[in-house]
């Protein structure tokens, strides 16, 4: 039986993965079956950390945004319901940034929610 040359696709899919676990412990890092489980399981450990980076954020913008909401006399929600009704696009990140960074523009955008409302 005449010797098959294999290609260089198997070396470099392994050489790969085998860069992905190079931080890791013991044969985390050396063998290829316990090495490709492990570099599954931490592809998939950071998929979900940056998934819940987001959710983080995203309830940290609303403690700051109703921190600073009641501070006025209005609760976070009406706040809500009130800029989604005058059509005024800001989301919340931008909303816990001007509440944090510029007061003043804060208030006067709630005041001219407000106004509008009665």
Request: aromatic share 10%.
């Amino acid at each position: 039986m005449t010797r098959v040359k294999r290609g260089y696709v198997a070396r470099r899919r392994r050489k790969n993965l085998f860069t992905l676990t190079s931080g890791f412990r013991g044969t985390h890092s050396k063998l290829f079956r316990t090495a490709n489980q492990q570099g599954m399981r931490a592809l998939v450990a950071s998929y979900r950390g940056r998934v819940g980076r987001k959710k983080t954020l995203r309830r940290l913008w609303i403690v700051r945004i109703n921190a600073a909401v009641r501070s006025d006399g209005i609760s976070y929600n009406k706040l809500i319901q009130y800029l989604y009704k005058n059509q005024i696009l800001l989301n919340r990140k931008i909303l816990a940034q001007i509440a944090i960074l510029d007061r003043f523009a804060f208030f006067l955008i709630i005041r001219s929610i407000q106004r509008e409302e009665g």
